[in-house]
């Protein structure tokens, strides 16, 4: 790209006022400048050597001027910051740096938004001639601020960038984000979920922000690259984790052999939130522990025979299906819709997740869980998840991505 607008190269008048002779270059340095999605505008470093100049009349009294056109200028691109409209710049001639106001003086355009600028270059005193010069004002960078993943999904949100017009996402499974792997999105959101991932993978992401700029679409330097993955669901013995969290839904079935009792972990959980809520006043019991396969045949089959299979699979698991035969759910005190609204359901829904529990079937997540709203359902998860997954305010279906449903 050429920078300069004029070329004087009057040899015969130029006389050299450095100690030096010889070949000078002239550089038309653009500096860095960010992606643009245009390749007409490229910015890269040009070094234009021009051929020796004369020296002459060496010793004449005559005084004489160096062109502009002898002289290195050097400027970069700057990142807006919605004040500062001015690159830095150097006039130098062979590694000397002039002085601004004594040697030249410097005029920009009056603009201070994104975009590209220019300024001039008007030598004066010993030197000659002036130089229009390009240079842009690019969009600010994005920072990534949060990131969250799923089985199939990754979502990274960053900091909202006041003047631009969007962002672009570019994500690959190479660290180095080559061309040839990374794909791109756009949103003018300040989060972007990849979807339809394969589990278990690792991806890299960065974010850019991108601004309009006349036909130009100026795009900022990419965020730090983060590194994200999607979640690995694990089989081991016939019982399905994720992130060590056993899972059994109606798509995940647990092993017919599988669970010889409530866990240790579920039962002291639950002593040490019983013996709390009663200083709160609340009285907290087990009505439901562990229920093998063949009890929970029995209990899947009784709530057929009472209300057909529909109704009984909005509110039973079918046998292998039941988080009950994991030894890690419990139902409290009453498990009819009566409970609900009670203090004690009211009290479990702000307490027990402060004891490693969730309220595993909430209201209003039947399509999801699978299930009826159940207050006195109680899945234990440890303090660490269960803080985890409530402060998500999505149920184990959601927060993970995976999906509840009879094959
Ligand atoms: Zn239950």
Redesign the pocket.
């Known amino acids: 790209m050429k920078k300069f607008t004029f070329l004087f190269i009057t040899a015969a008048l130029i006389l050299s006022l450095c100690s030096c002779s010889g070949s000078s270059a002239i550089q038309t340095d653009g500096g860095n400048k960010g992606i643009t999605s245009t390749d007409n505008t490229d910015n890269s470093d040009t070094s234009l050597t021009k051929g020796s100049k004369e020296s002459i009349n060496d010793t004449s009294d005559e005084i004489s001027t160096v062109s502009i056109d002898e002289c290195d200028i050097n400027t970069n691109d700057i990142v807006y910051d919605g004040e500062n409209s001015k690159p830095p710049l150097t006039v130098s001639l062979s590694g000397k740096q002039l002085v601004e106001n004594t040697d030249y003086t410097l005029s920009y355009d009056d603009e201070t938004s994104i975009g590209k600028h220019h300024l001039t270059v008007t030598m004066k005193g010993s030197y000659s001639g002036s130089e229009t010069v390009d240079y842009y004002i690019l969009p600010p960078a994005a920072e990534i601020t949060d990131v969250s993943s799923k089985v199939s999904d990754i979502t990274i949100s960053w900091n909202e960038v006041p003047n631009v017009d969007g962002y672009i996402i570019r994500y690959s499974e190479d660290k180095s984000l080559p061309d040839s792997s990374t794909k791109t999105a756009e949103t003018k959101e300040t989060s972007f979920t990849l979807e339809d991932l394969p589990e278990n993978s690792t991806y890299y992401v960065t974010v850019s922000t991108t601004k309009n700029a006349g036909n130009e679409k100026l795009v900022s330097e990419p965020s730090e690259v983060i590194e994200a993955a999607t979640k690995k669901i694990e089989v081991i013995d016939g019982v399905t984790y994720i992130d060590g969290v056993l899972i059994a839904n109606k798509t995940y079935s647990l092993p017919e052999s599988y669970g010889d009792g409530l866990r240790e972990e579920t039962l002291d959980a639950f002593n040490t939130m019983a013996a709390d809520a009663l200083n709160d006043g609340i009285s907290l019991w087990i009505v439901?522990g562990f229920r093998s396969y063949e009890t929970q045949t029995y209990t899947y089959q009784s709530f057929v025979y009472d209300r057909g299979v529909e109704e009984a699979d909005r509110a039973s698991a079918r046998p292998g299906h039941?988080?009950?035969q994991s030894g890690l759910?419990?139902?409290v005190n009453t498990?009819s819709s009566e409970f609900e609204g009670t203090p004690e359901a009211i009290w479990l829904e702000e307490h027990c997740v402060d004891y490693g529990f969730i309220i595993?079937y909430p209201s209003g997540k039947e399509e999801i869980t699978g299930y009826k709203y159940?207050p006195?359902?109680l899945r234990y998860l440890g303090k660490e998840k269960a803080a985890e997954i409530a402060a998500s305010g999505l149920t184990i279906e959601e927060y993970y991505g995976i999906t509840s449903r009879y094959s």
């Open positions: 439901s039941s988080e009950h759910a419990i139902d498990t595993r159940e006195w359902h």
